[in-house]
């Protein structure tokens, strides 16, 4: 019997897939952000704090780095500092299904339906399978895999975070540069208690 397609294409599903990557560019370019405006909100080093901030090789490690920066900036802040745990929650969530995109492949799966009838679906499986035992034979597993549609569905949620975080770091910048005077100000005092001037050294007599 002739087979039928289901559901998505494989363009289709390369499509989305790449999507979703670039819409995850956009999420660690935000966190870089965060990071560089919490370290550093008058920008002046903001290409040292991003330099360092890609040297982190995992996206956990940049997030954890970014999240212990946003606790120190956000002490006197606390209205916001629940906004940024429930963007830093999510960011982890949406973090282990784009770690699935990112090592996984494209694949044809044929079914015989008990109406005698071959259908096909095309769907993405990561490289490695959540296994679910369904009885004592470890062989017996159920694969995991996504569709093309639950992968539209992340990029929804993968936007609706870039424009969390946004909105979010436009909020904590007003609270910066609102007290941002007064800190340069006691910063500045600081600094020239610490310098140390030179001093004169005493005169030679003179010789008659």
Do not use: C
């Amino acid at each position: 019997m002739a087979k039928k397609p289901n559901n998505a294409t494989e363009t289709d599903m390369h499509m989305v897939v790449g999507m979703a990557t670039t819409v995850w560019g956009k999420v660690e370019i935000l966190i870089q952000d965060a990071f560089v405006q919490a370290v550093d909100p008058t920008g002046i080093g903001s290409g040292a704090a991003a330099r360092a901030f890609w040297e982190v090789v995992s996206f956990k490690g940049k997030l954890d780095m970014t999240n212990a920066a946003m606790r120190h900036t956000m002490k006197t802040m606390p209205h916001l500092q629940a906004r940024w745990t429930n963007l830093y929650n999510r960011a982890i969530r949406e973090s282990k299904k784009r770690n699935e995109l990112a090592h996984g492949e494209v694949m044809r799966e044929s079914k015989n339906n008990n109406s005698g009838t071959i259908t096909t679906e095309i769907v993405f499986r990561p490289y490695w399978f959540k296994e679910t035992f369904k009885g004592q034979d470890s062989r017996d597993y159920e694969p995991l895999k996504r569709t093309a549609q639950e992968i539209v569905e992340f990029i929804t949620k993968l936007s609706t975070l870039t424009r969390d975080l946004k909105v979010f770091l436009s909020d904590l910048r007003a609270e910066q540069l609102e007290s941002l005077p007064e800190q340069l100000e006691r910063r500045l005092d600081s600094a020239k208690s610490r310098v140390r001037r030179p001093t004169t050294p005493p005169e030679e007599p003179s010789q008659a």
